[in-house]
């Protein structure tokens, strides 16, 4: 049986996600763009309302929602600021591969920190000459006879690199190996070998915290393996289905936020003697911003059903993300075309809409990753 209903459940959290939106999001969404501020209270609050991690095991602590329940909250809070949203997020990113592959001791250790703390993890796969081709990293890991690995390389674009209390980092025993030589490590923030470097001065989504982080003779304990090589780009591959479809949220979001605001406007603003909503030609921009919010929206509640059911269709978590990502970069262009000229300037909220669109279709697989992705399944390869 099909049932777009929503749980009363459900109802709830978006009620909760959206209340928390506007009294804690929205109000410092402005400042935190301009200053590249994160805001960690609002983090910490976030944490505390539960809207942080909701796909925590219960079993470590955690509040067990369903992967339906994330996008919720994370199509909520991105209506904010999909800044501030991409860095909550990011936890769920981090703490996937340790959910998908970490032994019971890393689960306690590591899930349990995020459940009983306000602390941050981040995923790092990607590096200065390897971001779509993740097969291609070349941070090295050696393996030590005492069964400790030793980590070199330098991790780029890392979503709160400067902020987070321990790192998932996707290392190689030997790059030749391609996808063969790549394992998965845990380091805490206090590992004498990682480093963090500057905060990357972005177009947008600036509340969000993005570094490079170094690995120099950083040393993992055997017990902080959590894939060894060889499994490692599986690992990364299965974490990135699993979080697809919270980036199709965000763009649903980040749409919702572009026709309310132009709706408002176009109601209000005047050409010709008339709204300018009553011009057939604003009309279409925004009827085509509703569908693409409904499209995405549909895609993104098919993606995360298949994750709740155990469904494995990473296609469908790639529809979501890529078109979900295409349309709010569409909605954000047309939410600056329907203001004209005050879409322009900072005064107004719409060009902040427009350059945070744009990292839905570079981050967690390009545009054009997610079509290869997507026609590797059609055509095989
Ligand atoms: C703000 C921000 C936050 C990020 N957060 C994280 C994070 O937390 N963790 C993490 O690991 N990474 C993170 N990233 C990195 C991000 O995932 C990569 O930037 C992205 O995967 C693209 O890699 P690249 O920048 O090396 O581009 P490249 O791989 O160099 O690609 C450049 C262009 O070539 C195209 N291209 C490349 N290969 C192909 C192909 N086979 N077919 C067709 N076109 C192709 C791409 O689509 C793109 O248009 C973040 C990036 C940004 C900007």
Not at 142 to 154: A, H, Y
Request: hydrophobic letters at 40%; proline letters at 4%; glycine letters at 10%.
């Amino acid at each position: 049986m099909i049932d777009f209903e929503l749980t009363d459940e459900q109802r709830a959290l978006i009620d909760t996600a959206r209340k928390f939106t506007r009294d804690r999001i929205i109000p410092v969404a402005a400042e935190c763009d301009r200053d590249e501020k994160f805001p960690d209270d609002v983090f910490k609050a976030a944490w505390e309302n539960g809207l942080a991690n909701p796909t925590l095991p219960a079993e470590y602590g955690g509040l067990g929602l369903g992967d339906v329940d994330g996008t919720l909250i994370n199509e909520e809070l991105a209506y904010g600021c999909t800044g501030i949203a991409t860095s909550i997020m990011a936890n769920t990113l981090g703490m996937t591969p340790i959910k998908l592959a970490g032994n019971d001791a890393q689960k306690k250790k590591y899930l349990g920190w995020l459940a009983s703390e306000p602390v941050m993890v981040s995923y790092a796969t990607s590096e200065p000459a390897a971001g779509s081709d993740v097969a291609g990293l070349q941070c090295r890991a050696k393996r030590m006879p005492d069964g400790s690995w030793v980590l070199n390389g330098t991790k780029a674009w890392i979503t709160n690199g400067g902020l987070a209390s321990f790192y998932v980092i996707f290392a190689t025993e030997n790059p030749d190996a391609r996808h063969k030589g790549i394992g998965a490590f845990i380091l805490r923030r206090d590992n004498p070998g990682l480093k963090t470097g500057k905060r990357e001065d972005k177009l947008g989504q600036r509340a969000s915290d993005t570094r490079q982080v170094m690995l120099e003779d950083a040393v993992v304990p055997a017990e902080d393996v959590l894939a060894e090589p060889g499994v490692g780009f599986k690992l990364a591959m299965e974490t990135f289905n699993q979080t697809r479809p919270d980036i199709g949220a965000l763009a649903t979001g980040l749409m919702r936020r572009c026709l309310d605001e132009s709706v408002a406007y176009a109601k209000e603003r005047m050409a010709f003697g008339r709204p300018i909503a009553e011009q057939q030609l604003v009309q279409q921009m925004l009827a085509e911003m509703a569908i693409r919010i409904e499209a995405t929206g549909l895609l993104v509640r098919k993606a995360a059903w298949n994750l709740e059911k155990g469904i494995r269709n990473p296609i469908v978590s790639a529809y979501a993300k890529a078109y979900g990502a295409d349309a709010a970069m569409q909605s954000a262009l047309d939410a600056v075309q329907i203001f004209g000229g005050n879409g322009y300037v900072k005064e107004y909220p719409v060009e902040k809409l427009m350059r945070d669109a744009k990292l839905l279709q570079i981050y967690e697989g390009t545009a054009q990753i997610q079509r290869v992705v997507i026609a590797r399944h059609l055509v095989g390869g």
